[in-house]
């Protein structure tokens, strides 16, 4: 049993930039990959970024390529997610989710565990 809590979200202006952290519960935090989704209002939650157990493979959305960066600390049993370069269509629900299947938190299937979500608003 994993749980996850999410942290960091937040009001920012277009251009700018936020760092997402996730908590983990669990001494076996280094056997889950892990990843982030999110929900805008009145749209299906997708994919965002994901990691593999060890931090050494990374996937991101195509839209977020290049602005975003997930990170994974094994040692505080942490991932991150640093988003610049905010868009308003950024504006969502952003939730961490981990599986011991990398496929499952890179946007193949659904992950075992979700956090509670953390918003994170965008404004122009």
């Known amino acids: 049993q994993v749980q996850l809590l999410e942290s960091g979200g937040g009001l920012v202006q277009a251009g700018g930039s936020l760092r997402l952290s996730c908590a983990a519960s669990g001494r076996t935090f280094s056997a889950y990959a892990m990843g982030w989704f999110r929900q805008a209002p009145g749209k299906e939650r997708e994919f965002v970024a994901g990691?593999?157990?060890?931090?050494?493979?990374?996937y991101y959305r195509d839209s977020v390529k290049g602005r975003f960066t997930i990170s994974k600390d094994n040692a505080k049993n942490t991932v991150y997610l640093q988003m610049s370069s905010l868009k308003l269509e950024d504006t969502a629900v952003y939730y961490c989710?981990?599986?011991?299947?990398?496929?499952?938190?890179?946007?193949?299937?659904?992950?075992?565990?979700w956090g509670q979500g953390t918003q994170v608003t965008v404004s122009s």
């Open positions: 989710a981990a599986d011991r299947t990398a496929a499952r938190v890179m946007g193949n299937g659904g992950p075992d565990y």
């Open positions: 990691i593999s157990r060890s931090g050494g493979i990374t």
